[in-house]
C-alpha cells in the first residue's frame, strides 16, 4: 500500500539536499566548534555559513540568532529568559504584566503559566471566528506595565495567519511613547529607565510559507525549528534583537554569548542552515501556489463527496497548507485510525487522540461547539504531495465517515 | 499512547455493530459534547439449566457507538463476551474484565471501557424493569 502523508504540521521529511549537507559533519568535520585548533574550526566554519545564511532569511544580524534544540526550547528562553532578565534589573513581580494568546502552542502557554504561578500577572487574548487574533482586543489588554507580548504567526492547527507587522508595530509605538514621555519626566523623579516593551513571535509554522522579515515586522524575538521546514529535528533557534535582554535558562560552557550553553548541535546546525537557504521567496512562492492547488482540490473534493461538513480554516486568511474539517457525527480520532489504516496520515485536534480529553482550546477559543469540535481533522499538505493522492484521500474518506456515522447512534 | 493489537483488531472489524429491531430492551449511555456515546440493544431468553432452574439470558446483542477507536473497541469486544451470558452474570461484570479481554487500554481510554459496561447493565436494567412491571400486571 503506498502511504499518503497530510501532516506536514507535525513535521516534515529531510530534503535530500539538507542531509547532504549536513552528510560531513557526522564522521569527517566531527570536532567541538568551540576548540581552537583546526577540528573545531572547521566544525565552526560550517555553523558560521548556517547562521549567515538564517539572518539573509530572517534579515537580522548573524550575532542575533541563538541556536537551540528546537521552538519549545527558544519559546521558552524568550519568554522565562526575557522576564529573568527584567527581574534582575529590578523589576517587580506584583507589577508586571505578560500578555499571550488563547491559541499559542503550549510551548508559549505553558511557560506563561508558569509565570503566572510566580505571581505575573498574565493576559490571554482571544481570537476572532477564523483563528485570526482580535487584534482590538488585543490593544485594549496593553498596560502601563505591560512588559511582553507573545503571539504566533501562524496557529499550527487551524492554520490561521496573525497579523504580525501590525502587532509588531503597536508594541514599537508603546515602547517609543513610553520613552518620550520617561524623557519628559523630572529626571531626580522618574525610574532609571521606561517599562520596556517586547513582541515575541512563535514563526515555527511561518517558515515554510512566509517570509520572516523581523524588521520589516518590527519584531524582537522570533522562534522556529528545523524539522517544520523539511530540516532535522532536534534543533532550532531563537532571533533575538540586538539590544532586547534575555538571561539564560542553562548554564555551563558559555556558547551561544552565553545565552545558550551546550555543545554545539553542529550537524543539526548546518541542516538548519540549508534548509532555510531553500525558503527563498521564489522557492516560498511555487511552492505555496502549487500547495494552494492541492488544497482547493482537497477542500472541493470533501465538500462534494461528504455531506454534512465544516470547512474550519479560512482559506484566504491561512497558510495554503492547513486544512481542517469538521465531519459532524464522526469522530476524529476513530476518522484518523481508519485513515491510517488506509496508509493515510493526517491529525487531529480531537480531544480523544490527545489523551487529554479536553477539547481543543483552539477550537474552543474560535467559537466551535464543543460537540463539533470532536468530529474535527486536520490536513497540513507538504511540497512533496500529489493531486492522485488527495483523490485518493477524498474517496477513501468519504467511505469512512459514512461508515463511522452508521455506527453512530446519535447521528441522522 | 499506544493501542494493543487486539483493540486496532475490534476497531477494524468491529462485531455485533448495527441495530435489534424488536429488541427486548436498550441502553444508552454517553453524550455528544464529551464525544462519546454508547448504545446497546439486547434480545433475552430463557433457558433451563442442568439442575431445573430457569435463566435469562442474552441471545443477541448489537451495539452502536460514537468515539474513538477505543471506544468502538469496547463496544466490539463487550457485545462478544456477554452474548449467551446469563443477565445475572452480564450484571456482574467489570469494566477490569473488558480492559483485560482487550490486552489493555491507555491510560486516558479507561473510561470507555467504564461507558461500555453502564450501557451493556442500562439495558439489562431496563429490561428486568419493564419485565417486572409486565408480571405485576
Given at each position: 500500500?503506498?502511504?499518503?502523508?497530510?501532516?506536514?504540521?507535525?513535521?516534515?521529511?529531510?530534503?535530500?539536499?539538507?542531509?547532504?549537507?549536513?552528510?560531513?559533519?557526522?564522521?569527517?568535520?566531527?570536532?567541538?566548534?568551540?576548540?581552537?585548533?583546526?577540528?573545531?574550526?572547521?566544525?565552526?566554519?560550517?555553523?558560521?555559513?548556517?547562521?549567515?545564511?538564517?539572518?539573509?532569511?530572517?534579515?537580522?544580524?548573524?550575532?542575533?540568532?541563538?541556536?537551540?534544540?528546537?521552538?519549545?526550547?527558544?519559546d521558552?528562553l524568550a519568554v522565562k529568559g526575557v522576564i529573568k532578565a527584567l527581574t534582575?534589573?529590578?523589576m517587580?513581580?506584583?507589577?508586571t504584566h505578560v500578555i499571550t494568546s488563547?491559541?499559542?502552542?503550549?510551548?508559549v502557554?505553558?511557560p506563561f503559566?508558569?509565570l503566572?504561578?510566580?505571581?505575573f500577572s498574565v493576559s490571554?487574548?482571544?481570537?476572532?471566528?477564523?483563528?485570526?487574533?482580535?487584534?482590538?482586543?488585543?490593544?485594549?489588554k496593553i498596560t502601563?506595565k505591560t512588559v511582553l507580548v507573545s503571539i504566533?504567526?501562524?496557529?499550527?492547527?487551524?492554520?490561521?495567519?496573525?497579523?504580525?507587522?501590525?502587532i509588531?508595530?503597536?508594541v514599537?509605538?508603546i515602547r517609543?511613547?513610553?520613552?518620550?514621555?520617561?524623557?519628559?519626566?523630572?529626571?531626580?523623579?522618574?525610574?532609571?529607565?521606561?517599562v520596556p516593551i517586547y513582541f515575541h513571535t512563535?514563526?515555527?509554522?511561518?517558515?515554510?510559507?512566509?517570509?520572516?522579515?523581523?524588521?520589516?515586522?518590527?519584531?524582537d524575538l522570533?522562534?522556529?525549528?528545523?524539522?517544520?521546514?523539511?530540516?532535522?529535528?532536534?534543533?532550532?533557534?531563537?532571533?533575538?534583537?540586538?539590544?532586547v535582554p534575555l538571561?539564560?535558562?542553562?548554564?555551563?560552557?558559555?556558547?551561544?554569548?552565553?545565552?545558550?550553553?551546550?555543545?554545539?548541535?553542529?550537524?543539526?546546525?548546518?541542516?538548519?542552515?540549508?534548509?532555510?537557504?531553500?525558503?527563498?521567496?521564489?522557492?516560498?512562492?511555487?511552492?505555496?501556489?502549487?500547495?494552494?492547488?492541492?488544497?482547493?482540490?482537497?477542500?472541493?473534493?470533501?465538500?462534494?463527496?461528504?455531506?454534512?461538513?465544516?470547512?474550519?480554516?479560512?482559506?484566504?486568511?491561512?497558510?495554503?497548507?492547513?486544512?481542517?474539517?469538521?465531519?459532524?457525527?464522526?469522530?476524529?480520532?476513530?476518522?484518523?485510525?481508519?485513515?491510517?489504516?488506509?496508509?493515510?496520515?493526517?491529525?487531529?485536534?480531537?480531544?480523544?487522540?490527545?489523551?487529554?480529553?479536553?477539547?481543543?482550546?483552539?477550537?474552543?477559543?474560535?467559537?466551535?461547539?464543543?460537540?463539533?469540535?470532536?468530529?474535527?481533522?486536520?490536513?497540513?499538505?507538504?511540497?512533496?504531495?500529489?493531486?492522485?493522492?488527495?483523490?485518493?484521500?477524498?474517496?477513501?474518506?468519504?467511505?469512512?465517515?459514512?461508515?463511522?456515522?452508521?455506527?453512530?447512534?446519535?447521528?441522522? | 499512547?499506544?493501542?494493543?493489537?487486539?483493540?486496532?483488531?475490534?476497531?477494524?472489524?468491529?462485531?455485533?455493530?448495527?441495530?435489534?429491531?424488536?429488541?427486548?430492551?436498550?441502553?444508552?449511555?454517553?453524550?455528544?459534547?464529551?464525544?462519546?456515546?454508547?448504545?446497546?440493544?439486547?434480545?433475552?431468553?430463557?433457558?433451563?439449566?442442568?439442575?431445573?432452574?430457569?435463566?435469562?439470558?442474552?441471545?443477541?446483542?448489537?451495539?452502536?457507538?460514537?468515539?474513538?477507536?477505543?471506544?468502538?473497541?469496547?463496544?466490539?469486544?463487550?457485545?462478544?463476551?456477554?452474548?449467551?451470558?446469563?443477565?445475572?452474570?452480564?450484571?456482574?461484570?467489570?469494566?477490569?474484565?473488558?480492559?483485560?479481554?482487550?490486552?489493555?487500554?491507555?491510560?486516558?481510554?479507561?473510561?470507555?471501557?467504564?461507558?461500555?459496561?453502564?450501557?451493556?447493565?442500562?439495558?439489562?436494567?431496563?429490561?428486568?424493569?419493564?419485565?417486572?412491571?409486565?408480571?405485576?400486571?
Amino acid at each position: 500500500m503506498k502511504k499518503i502523508y497530510l501532516d506536514h504540521s507535525a513535521t516534515t521529511p529531510v530534503d535530500k539536499k539538507v542531509m547532504q549537507a549536513m552528510a560531513p559533519y557526522f564522521s569527517d568535520v566531527f570536532g567541538n566548534a568551540s576548540s581552537i585548533h583546526s577540528f573545531g574550526q572547521a566544525a565552526l566554519k560550517g555553523i558560521d555559513k548556517a547562521r549567515q545564511r538564517i539572518a539573509e532569511f530572517l534579515n537580522c544580524e548573524p550575532g542575533e540568532i541563538i541556536f537551540t534544540s528546537g521552538a519549545t526550547e527558544s519559546d521558552n528562553l524568550a519568554v522565562k529568559g526575557v522576564i529573568k532578565a527584567l527581574t534582575s534589573k529590578g523589576m517587580k513581580t506584583g507589577e508586571t504584566h505578560v500578555i499571550t494568546s488563547l491559541v499559542e502552542h503550549d510551548a508559549v502557554l505553558e511557560p506563561f503559566m508558569e509565570l503566572e504561578k510566580k505571581g505575573f500577572s498574565v493576559s490571554h487574548v482571544p481570537v476572532l471566528e477564523n483563528g485570526v487574533i482580535d487584534i482590538e482586543k488585543l490593544k485594549a489588554k496593553i498596560t502601563d506595565k505591560t512588559v511582553l507580548v507573545s503571539i504566533m504567526w501562524v496557529n499550527s492547527e487551524i492554520g490561521s495567519i496573525m497579523p504580525i507587522r501590525e502587532i509588531g508595530k503597536i508594541v514599537k509605538k508603546i515602547r517609543e511613547k513610553r520613552e518620550r514621555e520617561w524623557k519628559k519626566l523630572n529626571k531626580t523623579g522618574r525610574s532609571d529607565k521606561p517599562v520596556p516593551i517586547y513582541f515575541h513571535t512563535d514563526a515555527t509554522q511561518a517558515l515554510n510559507f512566509i517570509q520572516c522579515d523581523v524588521g520589516r515586522n518590527y519584531i524582537d524575538l522570533l522562534s522556529f525549528s528545523g524539522h517544520k521546514i523539511y530540516g532535522p529535528k532536534g534543533v532550532g533557534a531563537l532571533y533575538r534583537r540586538e539590544g532586547v535582554p534575555l538571561e539564560a535558562l542553562q548554564r555551563g560552557g558559555h556558547q551561544e554569548k552565553n545565552f545558550r550553553s551546550g555543545t554545539y548541535n553542529t550537524t543539526g546546525i548546518v541542516g538548519l542552515g540549508a534548509a532555510v537557504a531553500r525558503l527563498d521567496k521564489e522557492s516560498q512562492d511555487k511552492n505555496n501556489k502549487y500547495i494552494a492547488g492541492l488544497r482547493d482540490k482537497l477542500v472541493v473534493g470533501i465538500k462534494k463527496n461528504i455531506p454534512d461538513t465544516i470547512f474550519n480554516t479560512d482559506r484566504d486568511n491561512s497558510t495554503r497548507s492547513h486544512a481542517h474539517f469538521s465531519f459532524i457525527g464522526a469522530e476524529g480520532e476513530a476518522l484518523l485510525m481508519r485513515l491510517d489504516m488506509e496508509g493515510i496520515a493526517v491529525s487531529t485536534g480531537s480531544a480523544c487522540a490527545s489523551g487529554s480529553l479536553k477539547a481543543s482550546h483552539v477550537l474552543i477559543a474560535m467559537g466551535i461547539d464543543k460537540e463539533v469540535s470532536h468530529y474535527s481533522i486536520r490536513f497540513t499538505l507538504g511540497k512533496h504531495n500529489t493531486e492522485d493522492e488527495i483523490k485518493t484521500v477524498v474517496k477513501k474518506l468519504a467511505l469512512i465517515v459514512k461508515n463511522l456515522r452508521q455506527m453512530n447512534p446519535v447521528y441522522g | 499512547m499506544q493501542y494493543s493489537g487486539k483493540v486496532i483488531e475490534h476497531f477494524k472489524n468491529p462485531r455485533n455493530q448495527g441495530v435489534i429491531k424488536d429488541a427486548d430492551a436498550v441502553g444508552q449511555v454517553g453524550n455528544p459534547v464529551c464525544g462519546d456515546v454508547m448504545k446497546i440493544y439486547i434480545s433475552v431468553n430463557r433457558r433451563q439449566t442442568t439442575d431445573g432452574r430457569q435463566q435469562d439470558y442474552i441471545e443477541n446483542i448489537k451495539f452502536e457507538t460514537l468515539g474513538c477507536a477505543a471506544a468502538i473497541a469496547v463496544s466490539s469486544i463487550l457485545t462478544d463476551m456477554v452474548k449467551g451470558m446469563t443477565l445475572d452474570k452480564a450484571m456482574k461484570l467489570t469494566k477490569d474484565d473488558v480492559v483485560k479481554e482487550l490486552e489493555g487500554l491507555p491510560e486516558a481510554k479507561i473510561h470507555c471501557s467504564m461507558l461500555g459496561v453502564d450501557a451493556l447493565k442500562q439495558a439489562i436494567k431496563n429490561y428486568r424493569h419493564e419485565n417486572n412491571e409486565k408480571i405485576q400486571k
